[in-house]
């Protein structure tokens, strides 16, 4: 008789495998594909993911686990083996509470959905959305639905992103945030935008400069990828094989490559320091959307958007970039990537305006989800909310309520995700401060390997083996608490307006 | 109760569409991996290719064929679904008589053999690599031993690659070449090389030439990728997804990405000229190896080496090449792209010594197959056929019995395919100048759309539907015959030597 923890590893590690072999079909997809390819790769995608899901949600899977799980009281409770037992199992207890036809039903209409949504957005028609709109969010109550001990409907939806969070834990800290950062853009200065903002900024200056701040933050040519995409991102099929993706605007230094490529390679290190022995098991990703999130905003803002890294950097950057930044000084330069101004997109704010875009999109959800707001009156919420936070309204729903993809994909729950994570980036930031003081000096040299170490040791190595909230306790000794993060904003703000 | 037929062509979907996700995976680990992602890609690509094989040799997909071929009476024979029945009924029933241990001991033999290969050729070193050899040969003998009904072993390996083809039928093709092409070698004036065979070649600019071309032969931007790789291939994740390879010799014309392109070109325009009705089911690619690589030598040869096509394209390949060309005329060019002349590695050979290199590969196998040639004895044997064939011998063996990977890999039966492919190239070409008299003058003006369109209607959609002996009647009205391709090389040659 075999062990049931060998032939449970074994059945796991085949459906990673379908897993992995969906995400390498998906970074083709977005970065290599000619486009007539599209058709064949949405149902070789959707045989993978059919596959992937119906292997694990077998019976024979629920055995296993339940003799791994009678067995576990010899195992070390933070061994590899006692947490791939305990998360798996909760993983497989979710699974197995969907109907299956529900779960291909709403990667369906995601993929269609998606698709509609582009076109909607290109026309700047929230009309031909909404239905798709409503479909999924019947779908998603259909979702809320398999799980009835849910204390509210949306906890079950930001469990999909953060294991174990509930709403009410967000509500409270973005209750914190809102008046906080309300009162940080209201006291910004109003200032012209600087023109050297406008570039030029060559596509081929911008790659050489991301390729070696990549590397500089620990992105080896050995087991990264950097490609341009229309929307850039990260995925992970093995800690040695990352393939980061990045865009090159030439006329606004916000869409300078090396601030997207700094956010992916965030996320691509974490994934990257993941243990080895976690490899081909459920463990072997990031333990969360916000704690991956604390990763990118970590390494793009905390160290990529601080005085000290470009202290280093900026010499190289502006020789880079002679035509834009000749005549700006250094302090100049900071303070432009820094400021803080009310904008309508979401992924071109600031730090500190961006937390506003998230609890707005965070009410709304809440709002359509529980039937307060209809679809057809999401465009004038939406306007209305953004005039109430940050003092501007969208002309178009396209720079509206019809900028972001996640919704039409049914990716509510979410967006609390991204703020979460900036909250995280300087909580834990603050932490590692506290091992190593000189932090900063570090960074000024251009020198990050005592950094990458000590994230690799604290977050990165673990993996999914804990949940979210023992990972964060963990690293910093106690909860989210957004504290260090709107010190860190009030500072910078001063510091900037001093300047 | 659903038809026997829907349900048997939803299952092959799914198994075709986990086929389709490891060539997206082996080209991915060719063309984009970072070197780190090795070994997880091994353990990804193994388990897609097991769980398609477990997929389809389910007693599930046997009793489908049943149900399906009972009611074949009412299909036309050469529809889709009569077809589709036909080649599956005997895929499945040949992919059942191999016990699944089996095939998974090949797959990782190959796997490991082949990077035994790789270094033993490195070094120069065959005696760690027999060992490989051995075990393969054994493993070899083990699958034959599945099919006790064959007349001889080799017809099983054949079988492989060319569906229903008997070894005798191969010995008489060769048995009529082998004089005639060593005739034709001793026949060829033994001239020194030409100066400007040595380039210089820049990359930039052979990757423009061969993008035109490719372009020209029908290989859109839409459909097709062209990318750089150490040994060039071609793989189709769909009609409309097909990726093309080629590399960059920048210092020897034989190695131009050109000649490269224009060969996988003729690869891909095969799959890309599949009937999009195939998709997704077995049917839906190149009906045999050999019949592969006819087109990729129609394109590269009967119409890529001829006067025609260079009286088109040599004006703008010579501007991009000014250095080694300017002073180089247009016949002189054509012939040292043609020239008969002995060398020692298969890859590189003209048009007429290639069929010797093929001829001795086939010749060496079966005796290493029924056991009259040790592998101990192969390199002596390899050395001593190669003088008595083109009276040359290889000063190692790395440049004699080492040089190619098929072998190890476990590629037995492949080798003559090759040959087949040549001989038909020109068989093909014959036909399609019956239907349009003035194919080379359409050649001569750079355009291909009629060519293309005719292989399209006689070979390409058809995909397998047809065995090949079946597909080849339908082209050219009768059994492959070397007679046309004799003719060919006998005028190419005559025209050179009178040049």
Redesign the interface.
Known sequence: MSDPLTSLRSEL??IC??S???R??EW?QLV??????A???A??LA??TE?AHELFVRDEIGELLEEASSRRADLDPESDDACLIEVTRRDWEKASRVPAELTAEQTKLASEGMEAWAKAREDDDFASFRPWLDRTLELKQRYIACFPDAAEPYDVLLDDFERGMRTEEVRTIFARLRPELQELVAAAPDDEPEEFLAGPYPREAQHEVSVAVARAFGAD?????LDPTVHPFCLS??T???RLTTRYAEDDLHGNSLFSTMHEVGHGVYEHGGDPAL??TPLATGCSSALHESQSRLWENVIGRSLPFWRWFYPRFRAAFPEALERVPLERFHRAINRAQPSLIRVDADETTYGLHIILRFELEQELLSGALATDDLPDAWNAKLEELLGIRPPSNRLGCLQDVHWSGGMFGYFPTYQLGNVLSVQIWERLEADLPDAYEHVERGSFEAIHEWLREHLYRHGRKFTPAETIERIVGGPIDPEPYLRYLRDKNASLTAA
């Open positions: 590690a085949r495998d379908l992995t072999a969906a390498v079909l083709d290599m594909m000619p486009p007539g390819g058709p064949t790769r149902e070789t045989t993978l596959l040519a050995s087991s990264f990828r099929f093995a040695q094989d990352v490899d081909r």
